[in-house]
């Protein structure tokens, strides 16, 4: 079955930057979409990035201008390069992709970001 794999997640000042990366068990060329998400406390999972087959990405509004979303087709990643990090974006960070009528998630990566 398809499994996802995040890292990168740390601890950073605001200001700061991080790379995440999900590492797919299978080829994404499978995965027409791929997305970041992330659930902050007591909040509800929210969409932060997609990123489609032929390379066009949404964002969420909050992170337009900071955040740019990628993936390696022929090495079955996909990354999330965050920059200019604030103490908002401090959340769990999930990749996920759906095929068929199936979701799949990785078990998520925190991000830290202090004032």
């Known amino acids: 079955q398809v499994q996802l794999v995040e890292s990168g997640g740390g601890l950073v000042q605001a200001g700061g930057s991080l790379r995440l990366s999900c590492a797919a068990s299978?080829?994404?060329?499978?995965?027409?979409?791929m997305g970041w998400y992330r659930q902050a406390p007591g909040k509800q999972r929210e969409l932060v990035a997609a990123?489609?087959?032929?390379?066009?990405?949404n964002y969420a509004d909050s992170v337009k201008g900071r955040f740019t979303i990628s993936r390696d087709n022929a090495k079955n990643m996909v990354y999330l390069q965050m920059n200019s990090l604030k103490p908002e974006d401090t959340a769990v960070y999930y990749c996920?992709?759906?095929?068929?009528?199936?979701?799949?998630w990785g078990q998520g990566t925190q991000v830290t970001v202090s004032s």
């Open positions: 996920n992709t759906d095929r068929g009528i199936s979701s799949y």
């Open positions: 299978g080829s994404i060329f499978s995965f027409n979409v």
């Open positions: 990123i489609n087959i032929g390379g066009r990405t």
